[in-house]
């Protein structure tokens, strides 16, 4: 079925190291991508997002790339923080379904010192 | 600003017990949603209310009813709890339309014993 799904389920980096957390999705369909840091005992904390007739987006120490070709959305964090350990979670809205959110598994983020 | 506020934060139910999940959000949001998160799971929609006055079903409705208050509030009612139900629950609003960003609430995590 269409889905929106993450390679890796958990991620260990060292403080200062660049982070790359992949998500892929299989409905091309898709308009809308967004991701979402949650930390413990908290709801989801949007960070970035990109329209599908981009393929690169940039915030602050975050970069969101996507690969139409092969269905496949990156989040860069750059020179990892130990407050950026959280999970995060790619999510999809489909141009007829505005707001509604289809959410990946998550990836578990741990920054060392 | 209080954003998204979700009552109560913890709540233990027995099964068969029925509740209503309180979500009030002070940003004149028009679109609000209910989405539960599952242990190493991303969060699905329940139901969701585009404006006041509707609401729709999500992708797991069963067992869960909704009722859009007013602009500022969206409640959850479990008529007859199971221990399925046992999730965490956040509420959501953001504006009407593709691309924008949704708030979340804090979550309500619920156990169905």
């Known amino acids: 079925g269409e889905s929106v799904g993450l390679h890796l389920p958990t991620l260990s980096v060292q403080e200062g190291d660049n982070s790359i957390i992949n998500c892929a999705y299989s409905?091309?369909?898709?308009?809308?991508f967004i991701w979402y840091k949650q930390e413990s005992g908290k709801g989801p904390q949007f960070i970035i997002d990109?329209?599908?007739?981009?393929d690169k987006r940039q915030g602050q120490r975050v970069t969101v790339l996507l690969n139409k070709t092969v269905k496949h959305l990156s989040l860069q964090i750059a020179a990892t923080q130990p407050g950026d350990s959280a999970v995060y979670f790619c999510?999809?809205?489909?141009?007829?379904?505005?707001?509604?959110?289809?959410f990946g598994q998550g990836t578990i983020l741990t920054v060392h010192p | 600003n209080a954003g998204v506020t979700q009552t109560p934060k913890f709540q233990v139910l027995k099964t068969g017990q029925s509740m209503t999940l309180q979500c009030a959000q002070d940003?004149?949001?028009?679109?609000m949603y209910w989405y539960r998160q599952d242990p190493g799971m991303g969060l699905r929609l329940i139901y969701y209310?585009?404006?006041?006055?509707?609401?729709d079903k999500g992708e797991v409705p069963n067992g869960y009813n909704v009722s859009r208050l007013n602009k500022r509030e969206f409640s959850l009612r479990l008529e007859s709890a199971a221990p399925s139900q046992t999730s965490v629950y956040f509420c959501?609003?953001?504006?009407?339309?593709?691309?924008?960003?949704?708030?979340f609430g804090q979550g309500t995590r619920l156990t169905v014993v």
């Open positions: 959501a609003s953001s504006h009407p339309g593709l691309g924008t960003e949704a708030f």
């Open positions: 409905n091309s369909a898709s308009d809308y």
């Open positions: 990109i329209r599908s007739n981009m």
């Open positions: 999510a999809e809205e489909r141009g007829t379904s505005y707001g509604k959110l289809t």
């Open positions: 940003m004149n949001h028009n679109s």
């Open positions: 209310s585009a404006s006041e006055g509707t609401t």
